[in-house]
């Protein structure tokens, strides 16, 4: 166990079983199926994917929000997978999370320094020179007017509320901040500060960040590495300039070739991969390689073999039975 | 030469407690059939709106609308904002259709897609219910969802969100309307599922000749589709121009700020993106002059204060490039350190 590492997942599953109709036919679906996952420490780790490829639950497994269902969540050398509630609170304060949603992740009935305060109190702390001291310090880090302490979030915009959902995360002075497509519900040009703030502040504190989302121009801009993931597994690991550069996995390279470049001439030059069909139900994978009914080359033994991460390079993870040949773009 | 739809100083209103929300403020643009023009913008900034009136879907007791939007048909233009309501409810669905963001909340729950796509049908057509399934079975398929002809008897919540937008659009499609507005149509959609939708539109649009109107954020999605872009600020078009020319010498501010603010996926390294400050501004009580003014980097450059207290013109800067700015092409060029333009 390397203390080089913030987090380590190791054959992580979280499997939700859900009941049909009239408590008929249940069913277990698989959101996330066994994944093993590595962010450094001061490292950005990018968790890519479609709608329902379980990323967001990965997310909410790390902090344990969900329990997981197998396997081990090993966080700054300590093996938190099977702590209880109480046990935990000493390792939450490391670890917090930005939501999606900075009009819901709000209590609209609470002051923004009521909000933030709401982290000293449940940890029992007392930051180095008082708590209002801390709360103003942290307004005018994230780019807020600390003057606004006594305002509510409704007054604030969408970017601002987002500010303050970082402020909170902050608080604790943590050391993993897992964000949850922090920047998708913002207007594109409000999108370009909050990611430079998160630049930011990770120069600043040294923080890591485990950022999930589905854009991948955004993704691309903030991760060192980026994982993809499908139905609940990871298809692909790889440093960002490697993946993007480089994609060997049929998937990843299908997602980079559906991302729309703002840029008329390339869109005119450039051949698409586009993919028939949709997602599969997670309630239901398809055997062998989840991957395989929407796979342009897709061969016997992938419908009848799922492929197993190998690493095929020291920055580069890959589970394909048949993968791109490397050196194309 | 006319084109098929001539928008022409259009401007929507809505009265609120707060003060008068001036949603589309003397909007001028024109779209001709086989066309595709990009309306893009933030959030408030007023691009949905005008789209919305054209097709007359304003509550008229609360909306103030003024200007004009000539569609031209065979048998003689007709103003569709000053027409009888009536009239255009009979251009609805028939000569011009709309598509939406969310595909779920658009269909209906309790009905089959068949049904609600034969609706649509009946309303234009002679013909029996089994026309109609006929007929939505017939549009099902057109718009690539497999095994149409079952289908049509499944409800929308067997679709998935693509399959619902493909619904959507076979139903907007079903009496081939000769313009389609899209708002938003891949918005809600993974990116992978948005390539497939925006060639299913483009082939669909050769197919019929159709005026396709597209209402986005996505300047990605605008550099696949749009031969023609909008771009929308404050309530207002601050630039439009072909699709070259908003992408290559964009003459607005706000259009170069937007552009270098979005990270690319085939532009490697972590340069830092270079963030438009301050935030989008409020439709009530919008301030005189320039409603970018207060975000614009280029404000000093202009003599005196005149970008805080009056408002430009939407002027030609060259050839069929019009921009809201004092600047002109070359101090724009000057400013970004791009080659001024060749026309």
């Known amino acids: ?329 | 030469m006319s084109k098929f739809l001539e928008v022409k100083n259009l401007s929507v209103s809505f009265p609120t407690e707060d003060g008068l929300v001036k949603a589309s403020n003397d909007v001028s643009y024109s779209v001709d059939r086989g066309e595709t023009l990009a309306i893009v913008g933030e959030s408030g900034s007023g691009k949905s709106v005008s789209n919305l009136a054209i097709m007359g879907l304003h509550n008229a007791a609360i909306a103030q609308i003024s200007g004009s939007a000539w569609l031209n048909l065979p048998d003689g233009p007709v103003d569709v904002i000053s027409a009888p309501a009536e009239q255009v409810r009979r251009l609805r669905g028939k000569v011009m259709s709309m598509i939406f963001q969310d595909p779920m909340s658009s269909l209906h729950p309790y009905y089959s897609v068949g049904n609600q796509i034969a609706e649509a049908w009946s309303l234009y057509n002679d013909g029996s219910k089994r026309d109609g399934m006929a007929r939505a079975a017939e549009m099902l398929d057109l718009v690539g969802i497999p095994s149409a002809k079952d289908r049509v008897k499944d409800f929308p919540h067997q679709f998935s969100g693509g399959m619902r937008q493909r619904v959507m659009i076979a139903m907007a499609l079903v009496n081939n309307p000769s313009l389609l507005i899209a708002d938003e149509p891949t918005t809600a959609l993974d990116v992978t599922v948005q390539s497939q939708i925006l060639k299913l539109i483009q082939e669909i649009q050769k197919e019929f000749n159709m005026a396709v109107i597209l209402i986005t954020h996505d300047l990605g999605v605008v550099a696949e589709v749009a031969d023609r872009v909008c771009v929308m600020y404050g309530g207002k078009i601050v630039e439009n121009a072909g699709i070259d020319e908003i992408f290559y010498k964009s003459q607005h501010p706000y259009t170069i700020g937007l552009l270098d603010s979005i990270p690319r996926v085939d532009k490697l390294g972590s340069h830092r993106l270079k963030a438009i400050p301050g935030q989008p501004p409020s439709l009530i009580g919008l301030p005189t002059g320039c409603a970018f003014a207060p975000r614009c980097e280029f404000v000093s450059e202009v003599a005196g204060s005149q970008c805080t207290t009056q408002d430009p013109e939407l002027a030609e800067k060259t050839s069929d490039h019009f921009a809201r700015c004092f600047l002109q092409p070359e101090q724009i060029s000057t400013l970004t350190g791009r080659k001024a333009s060749a026309k």
């Open chain 1, 1 to 329: 166990m390397s203390s080089d590492n913030i987090l380590e997942l190791h054959g992580l599953k979280k499997h939700f079983k859900v009941n049909g109709a009239f408590g008929r036919g249940k069913t277990v679906v698989k959101a996330v199926d066994g994944i093993d996952l590595v962010v450094g420490r001061g490292e950005t780790v990018g968790l890519v994917g479609e709608s329902g490829c379980g990323k967001t639950t990965v997310g909410r497994t790390v902090m344990k929000i969900y329990e997981p269902t197998e396997g081990k969540i090993i966080f700054d050398g300590v093996d938190i997978t099977d702590l209880k509630r109480r046990d935990m609170k000493a390792y939450r304060s490391k670890m917090q999370m930005i939501f999606q949603d900075p009009f819901s992740s709000l209590n609209p009935r609470h002051t923004v320094g009521t909000i933030i305060e709401a982290a000293y109190i449940i940890h029992k702390t007392e930051p180095v020179g008082g708590r209002s001291k801390a709360i103003q310090e942290l307004l005018e880090r994230v780019g807020l007017n600390p003057e606004h302490v006594n305002r509510f979030p409704h007054e604030f915009s969408g970017g601002q509320r987002q500010r303050i959902g970082i402020a909170r995360a902050l608080a604790l002075t943590p050391k993993l901040i897992v964000a949850d497509e922090p920047v998708s519900a913002l207007d594109v040009s409000i999108q370009a500060q909050v990611v430079n703030l998160l630049d930011d502040l990770q120069k600043e504190l040294g923080l890591s960040y485990l950022f999930v989302a589905h854009d991948l121009s955004v993704v691309q801009h903030i991760s060192d590495r980026v994982v993809v993931m499908y139905l609940g597994k990871i298809m692909e690991i790889a440093t960002t300039t490697e993946l993007f550069a480089n994609p060997r996995h049929p998937y990843t390279k299908a997602l980079l070739s559906a991302v729309p470049i703002p840029d008329p001439i390339i869109e005119r030059q450039r051949e698409r991969i586009i993919l028939t069909g949709d997602l599969p139900s997670p309630a239901n994978p398809p055997a062998g390689c989840v991957f395989s009914t929407r796979c342009w080359k897709v061969q016997d033994r992938c419908v009848s073999e799922a492929p197993i991460p190998v690493q095929i390079s020291p920055n580069h993870t890959l589970a394909c039975h048949f993968p791109e040949p490397a050196g194309q773009a």
